[in-house]
Structures are given as C-alpha cells and as structure tokens.
C-alpha cells in the first residue's frame, strides 16, 4: 500500500495528463458555451491551468493534479459570484419609453389653463400632461423633465 506522499506525486498519466486536462476543458468549455451558465466557465479554466502545470515537469500526480483543480474551481465558483454581479435592469429592457424617463423636453405649445399639452424630445413631438396638480401655465420653449410614460403621452413637471 503506498503513503500519501507517493500517492501525491506518482506519475500514472505520464506524458498524457496534458492532453487529458486540455481535452476535459475544451469539453466543459463547450459545453459552457452551448449552455451559457457561466459556471462551467470555471471548471473549464481550472482544467487549462492543471493541463499547464502538469506541462512543468513538477512531479504532481493525479491526485494532486484533481485536488488542485477541485481547488480552483471552487475558489474561482465563490470569487466571481463575489466580484461579478450582474445588475437586473430596471423594469422592461424593450420598453422604449422607460429611456425618456428624467430628461428634458421642450414645451411647443403653451399649457394655459388645462393640463394637456405637446413637448418636443429628440426631434420628436409628444403630447405630454403635467404630473400631479402643479401649476398648468407653461410657456412655449420651456424646458421640463419627463417623469413617465403612461398611455402614449408624456407625464412632465417643471424642469428644477
């Protein structure tokens, strides 16, 4: 029965653990890609690094060779679940409206007495009504932020 020691360090793969390591993370890499987890990036990128230590000529055995991939994987699973958080958007990605949200338009048409008006945006007219109940009396050519988009029309206030 051998000690831990030569367990360690034996050589049962000889020459071929390279090909062996490279081959298991093009496989896992592949499929990565096919199923875009992005946690079987780090398996992956644990097998190229033992495919590469293994290219040292240092006397690592199998077993080292799986504690040491074992290792990394693991250490790199928990460093980018740390560092690499994604952050959800906001609301709905293809609601264009959501991106006019707290710019500024320009008023057309005055607002008088009533709530209802047009503003111009990028070029493009909108009608708009003014949030809540602030003072209707805009003027033609006064800047004013948009607050939301509700039913087609522009939801504005006083620009600050």
């Known amino acids: 029965m051998p000690d ?9 793969l000889g020459m071929q653990a390279f090909w ?7 496989i896992v890499l592949g499929l990565e890609i096919m199923l ?17 230590l293994t290219l040292t000529g240092l006397p690592i ?4 060779q ?16 740390r560092f690499m958080k994604k952050d959800a958007p906001a609301g709905d990605i293809n609601d264009p409206g959501q991106r006019l949200v707290g710019k500024t338009a320009t008023v057309l048409e005055g607002f008088g007495g009533s709530h209802e008006g047009r503003v111009i945006y990028d070029g493009v007219e ?11 009396k805009l003027k033609a050519r006064e800047s004013v932020k ?3 988009v509700s039913e087609g029309k522009l939801v504005i206030s006083r620009a600050a």
């Open 146 to 148: 948009i607050v939301k």
């Open 36 to 52: 875009g987890t992005e946690w079987l990036l780090w398996p992956a990128a644990s097998a190229g690094v033992v495919a590469l």
């Open 61 to 64: 055995g199998f077993v080292f």
């Open 20 to 26: 062996v390591w490279l081959t298991l993370g093009v």
């Open 4 to 12: 831990f020691a030569t367990l360690l360090t034996s050589e049962t």
């Open 126 to 136: 909108w009608p708009a009504v003014i949030e809540g109940d602030e003072d209707a």
């Open 66 to 81: 799986v504690i040491i991939f074992s290792v990394l994987t693991l250490t790199l699973s928990i460093l980018s679940r």
